[in-house]
């Protein structure tokens, strides 16, 4: 921006001189052909200044070659002899501002090369009378013209050290970086082994039912690892080296998740959250799965860190485009906000409200600035507003391809009723909960096209109860409790009752009232008007059986003993035959005397590493007319890793600490047959 504006200076500075030298010529009686070519080359320098077609270092020439032209048009003629040096000065100091030494040099050349036309007496003009006062003036001028001459050049070179310095203090700065992610990334990679160790360990003690301890093992396991992801995706976004994995995947699920991570989140007791899905989101979408469910982990994990009281209102809806969807995700919390310079930081990374070694807020201040980084990456953008005290809304858009464009929810067509909202406005100690389940429960309601009435008390259902046909009556936990009886007598009748409610409720025996763990959002409300007290089990969309593979022999390659009791351990609960090898070397053996439907490799092991061995067995089962998958499974689980196992030749990916999720989808695909698209697993 600097070097554009003192372009600027100078260009603004020809045209003056160019003016300049037009009137003086006009007044002096000089060539009358001279101030149209001013007048033309102007324009020109103009236009070559304003397109921006030309690099700046040729614009820069242009520049000084049309000063020198007027300089020396100037300086030639015998008036303008005292003119000179003046005229040179102020190039000098004008074109200084370029920090370009060679101009000095030329300009200081021409001072000297006019002074000698001036001083030869060359015919056309009077002849130069050298008395004391003319020699005293030339000798004057000559020293001024020097001085600045000198002056100009120390301050180019000073600057251009500075810019030298400020080159290497910012290499060396970028070098320190590096080499701090660097460790970060090794650190972080390094540490999935262990953790997957621990996690594993723990699982198996709890299935032993040792006590509640392995379970607060196990807890701060899978916060460590959460952790460590975001090192790994943290380091990843600062070197924008991000690279986006696209799955299929229901859009559902990316809400389930959101519910699921709230229930299992100690602030669940104390805070509210709201879940508002529109109903025309594309039920199947293409896009990273994994960084969508890391966003909406960061935005719920950050809303709830600095929310004390009140809740959390998400909100998911699309908008159309010519390359599919732009996928909205809001997040907005009742907690203590942030100023615009808080706002600021959280672009730059490492930013945490509360930095005093007593915080009262976890984590490791990484979260927000993962957001923006996928965001960016996935071609989309993030906004935040947010005021002390009040509370923040993070707005997430994503781009993503639609698969399926049916709507997520459907209401059956031959749903034909009125639905009541009983919720009590004066029981939220924080009011706008209030305005977050109205806006829940009237965009649903817009969404599949049901007449929504709101109820704030008992004398309102009965009231719209006679005036109109209810059908159904949802209400939250406390106003069922308070008025237990008539909601019960109410159930009774033709009118399904259903009950946003915490585990702790119970119903009276016999009672036919629906309950709905909380949080309460669409899907399970979509589920009741659907099929009313045969809804069945409401608490979530993704509640399908967990697979067996029971029979399939498996061996997994190991060179740390304590992944392969871990990995033995969780295969066998999918009644999985398993065995287990500690090198390449022994696995290839294995491969060679026994058959096996899936063999799972790690990545870095001595001697010889996991690619390596796949390759050998995998050519070795060739010779011997069979087909060998093998799955990787390592803690190299950086942004692309996936994709680069799958190009090596491996059949599926599966990061450590084991996600079942990851393992059932990627097991299940290579048993099948089905194969590996260069995108990513399939959903």
Not at 92 to 104: E, G, I, R, V
Not at 221 to 244: N, P, S
Not at 496 to 517: H, Q, T, Y
Request: proline share 4%; with cysteine; aromatic share 8%.
């Amino acid at each position: 921006m600097n070097l554009r504006n003192n372009e600027k200076f100078v260009m603004f500075v020809i045209t003056v001189a160019s003016l300049g030298l037009a009137v003086e010529n006009v007044f002096m009686g000089w060539e009358f052909w001279v101030p149209p070519v001013i007048f033309f080359g102007t324009v020109l320098l103009w236009g070559i200044q304003l397109s921006g077609q030309i690099e700046y270092g040729i614009r820069k020439v242009f520049l000084f070659v049309a000063e020198c032209l007027i300089i020396f048009y100037h300086g030639v003629h015998k008036t303008s002899l005292f003119d000179i040096a003046l005229v040179i000065v102020l190039a000098m100091a004008t074109y200084s501002m370029l920090d370009t030494l060679y101009m000095m040099h030329i300009l200081l050349l021409e001072f000297l090369v006019l002074m000698f036309i001036q001083l030869i007496n060359l015919p056309g003009g009077n002849p130069i009378v050298y008395d004391r006062i003319t020699v005293s003036r030339l000798l004057l001028h000559t020293c001024i013209v020097l001085l600045i001459y000198f002056f100009s050049v120390k301050s180019i070179n000073n600057h251009l050290d500075d810019e030298e310095e400020t080159r290497i203090r910012n290499e060396r700065i970028a070098l320190n970086d590096s080499s701090t992610e660097d460790f970060l990334s090794n650190i972080s990679h390094e540490l999935r082994t262990p953790v997957n160790v621990v996690n594993g360990m723990s699982d198996l003690l709890i299935k032993r039912g040792v006590g509640s301890e392995a379970d607060s093992i196990r807890n701060a396991g899978v916060r460590l690892a959460y952790q460590i992801e975001d090192i790994q995706d943290y380091t990843e976004c600062r070197r924008h080296k991000v690279l986006i994995e696209e799955d299929n995947y229901m859009s559902t699920s990316l809400i389930n998740d959101v519910v699921t991570s709230f229930r299992t989140n100690d602030a669940a007791e104390k805070l509210e959250l709201v879940v508002d899905l529109s109903p025309s989101v594309p039920m199947m979408m293409r896009g990273d799965i994994r960084k969508l469910h890391k966003i909406f982990r960061h935005l719920l994990e950050n809303a709830v860190k600095f929310t004390r009281a009140g809740g959390i209102y998400v909100k998911m809806y699309t908008e159309k485009t010519d390359y599919g969807v732009n996928l909205m995700i809001e997040m907005t919390d009742t907690g203590i906000g942030m100023d615009k310079l808080a706002i600021k930081q959280i672009t730059e990374g490492m930013y945490q409200a509360n930095k005093k070694r007593n915080r009262s807020s976890g984590g490791i201040g990484l979260g927000l600035f993962i957001v923006y980084g996928f965001a960016h990456e996935m071609g989309g953008f993030v906004k935040i507003e947010s005021e002390r005290r009040v509370g923040t809304t993070v707005r997430v858009t994503l781009p993503q391809k639609v698969i399926d464009p049916k709507p997520c929810l459907v209401l059956d067509e031959d749903f034909d009723g009125v639905v009541l909202f009983h919720v009590r406005p004066d029981k939220y100690k924080v009011p706008r909960l209030r305005d977050f389940y109205r806006s829940m429960a009237a965009n649903l309601a817009y969404g599949i096209k049901v007449p929504l009435y709101p109820a704030e008390t008992v004398y309102e259902v009965e009231r719209l109860r006679e005036k109109l046909p209810v059908t159904h009556v949802f209400m939250g936990q406390e106003e069922y409790e308070e008025n237990r009886g008539y909601f019960e007598e109410l159930a009774k009748e033709d009118i399904v009752v259903a009950v946003s409610a915490g585990p702790d409720v119970r119903l009276p025996e016999n009672s036919r009232v629906v309950l709905m763990p909380k949080p309460l959002y669409a899907y399970p409300a979509i589920k009741i008007l659907n099929a009313g007290r045969d809804a069945g089990d409401t608490d979530g969309c993704d509640n399908a059986e967990r697979p067996v593979f029971k029979g399939c022999r498996a061996l997994v390659v190991d060179d740390e003993p304590m992944n392969l009791v871990v990995a033995s351990s969780l295969f066998r609960d999918y009644e999985m035959e398993v065995d287990t090898a500690g090198s390449g070397r022994e696995a290839i053996s294995k491969c060679r005397d026994n058959e096996y439907e899936l063999v799972f490799m790690d990545h870095m092991m001595p001697e010889m590493d996991g690619v390596e061995a796949m390759k050998l067995i995998k050519a070795q089962a060739s010779d011997m007319g069979r087909k060998q998958n093998v799955i990787a499974l390592t803690a190299n689980a950086v942004s692309g890793a996936r994709e680069m196992f799958i190009q090596e030749g491996f059949d599926g990916f599966i990061a450590k600490p084991i996600n079942t999720a990851d393992f059932e989808r990627v097991v299940q695909r290579v048993l099948s047959g089905t194969e590996a698209d260069r995108g990513g697993e399939a959903k």
